[in-house]
């Protein structure tokens, strides 16, 4: 039998405390404690998906160990089948995905398979995952985002190809620091003095004119470009002569991964998990 591979897309998530003056009036604990617990509740939240059904989706937890996870996640669907008579019959089918995740604090990364007959685009499964997950965990006083990570030679090759006539970054507040080295200090603070969940840094050039220094040499761009490609963001860029907006979503990093391997043993699952996400 053929081997079966399937192909998986690179997200990372981040949590994010809410301000205290954005909750309800319950007790809640405080914005530093969440902080600290904040994988405590997300690994919470994703025990809540263990035979969740909301009538259009299915969660199963294939398996679980530690921080990590292994989910079948399918969409109810009725489709029409024919019988040798030439009849048709209308049935109910469930197809899947593997969601595989890890909730390590220096990892929190997700990775989403492809199957366009359960889902049309991973970022559907993940907008689910975002949906369900986030309002577990907005009861929590916590905020949680889900962003693909991009291919960053793609990017700059894109952007070296043509003149820039505009560049827009939207960065996530970071709570990781093994990525969010990569920003500058004085962004970091600005983002953290002013509570700021998701900004935006936008440079557009004069008419007629063009960016300049949108290099990897430039420290304080390179270092968004850096951050966002792991997951802490998106970017759009707008190239001279080039009608549509390029966007880093269309970037995403994969990588393709044996069905068997996701399959196998308890043991074989513990070592597969922790090499894929590096722990």
Partial sequence: MKEKILVFQHFLFQ?????????????MESKE??????????????????DFD????????????????????????????????????????????????????EVQTILIAENQLAFSKSTVARNFLNKVLGDYLEHKGLELSIEPKFKKKEFW????????????????????????????????????????????VSFKAADKSSLNNITRSNKNVSGM?????????????????????IKTSEMTTTSEISQAEIEGTPNAIIQFMKSWFKQ
């Avoid at 949590?15 to 007790?27: A, K, M, N």
């Avoid at 404690?33 to 263990?50: G, H, I, M, T």
């Avoid at 470009?225 to 907006?245: A, F, M, P, Q, W």
Wanted: aromatic share 8%; proline share 3%; net charge neutral.
């Fill in 15 to 27: 949590l994010s405390p809410v301000d205290r003056e954005q909750l309800s009036i319950l007790e």
């Fill in 33 to 50: 404690l969440r902080k600290q617990k904040k994988n405590q509740y997300f690994d919470d939240a994703l025990s809540q998906l263990e």
């Fill in 54 to 105: 909301d009538g259009k989706h299915v969660c199963k937890i294939f398996y679980k160990s530690e921080e990590n996870y292994i989910f079948k996640i399918g969409q109810r669907r009725t489709t029409t089948i024919s019988d040798e008579k030439l009849k048709e019959y209308f049935t109910e089918d469930h197809p899947w995905i593997f969601v595989l995740i890890s909730n390590h604090p």
């Fill in 157 to 200: 090759d894109i952007v070296g190809s043509k003149p820039i006539s505009k560049i827009d970054f939207t960065i996530v507040k970071p709570n990781m620091a093994n990525i969010s080295k990569s920003l500058s200090k004085v962004m970091k603070e600005t983002i953290d003095l002013v509570d700021s969940h998701t900004s935006h």
């Fill in 225 to 245: 470009v850096d951050y966002t490609s792991e997951g802490g963001g998106n970017i759009s860029v707008k190239l001279k002569g080039v009608r549509h907006v």
